[in-house]
């Protein structure tokens, strides 16, 4: 009975944490040093690089490179995920959990830490698939009235404060994004009409350029 109880306590862990937390036991490693130098959100950042990769730079499609990303934006993104308001499926499946437990301190110290990370680079690529990326990220597509993603984003999609960097992003999870904002899973009322015509061939474009600044 002890047992059973005793399992039943594990099975109520979300899969995530779960996951996430057997993967820093395995990989263990050095701790990065938070900016602030509490021990407690280097942890934090140690628990966040087994799906973000070291210092932020994801190799997996299926999270965001962090490095270099606008704090204001991790920090409105972090909240969100704490107080469940960003809800798009991923939000749920992986960051609810994780974010759960985060003090506005503990936010603003991780925020800081991956802000200061070096970017990755972009692949450059002379593909016609990049080349229709970029014209729409500086031009838009005025026959669908969607501006250029540079007005916003800046000229090299460094972004600024609470308008995220897209340069050197997974082209996949830019794609993935963009498609969560035309269907409103990620709700936001800007995205959403700059991205709810959008073709499946010019989100693939916009964000295949993306990846190569």
């Keep these: 009975m002890r047992d059973s109880k005793a399992w039943r306590r594990i099975l109520s862990i979300p899969a995530a944490l779960g996951l996430v937390a057997l993967t820093v036991a395995a990989c263990g490693g050095a701790r990065p040093e938070s900016s602030s130098g509490d021990p407690t959100v280097a942890g934090t950042v140690h628990v966040c690089s087994s799906c973000h990769g070291p210092d932020g730079r994801s190799i997996s499609p299926t999270f965001p490179r962090l490095a270099a990303q606008q704090k204001d934006y991790l920090v409105a993104q972090l909240q969100a995920f704490r107080d469940k308001t960003r809800a798009d499926p991923h939000a749920q499946t992986y960051m609810w959990g ?31 698939e990049t080349a229709g990326g970029e014209k729409i990220f500086t031009q838009g597509i005025p026959s669908e009235s969607v501006p250029g993603c540079m007005s916003c984003h800046g000229e ?58």
Excluded at 101 to 107: A, F, G, T, V
Aim: charged content about 15%; proline content about 6%; hydrophobic content about 40%.
């Design 98 to 128: 994780m974010a759960a437990q985060l003090s506005d301190q503990n936010i603003d110290a991780i925020a800081t830490y991956y802000a200061s990370q070096a970017p990755v680079a972009g692949k450059p690529s002379a593909s016609p």
């Design 156 to 213: 090299k999609a460094e972004g600024n404060g609470p308008i995220p960097r897209l340069a050197g992003q997974h082209q996949a999870y830019l794609a993935r994004q963009l498609e969560a904002f035309a269907s409103m899973a990620r709700a936001n009322e800007i995205m959403h009409e700059n991205s709810k015509d959008l073709t499946a061939e010019q989100i693939s474009e916009v964000t295949a350029y993306l990846a190569t600044l």
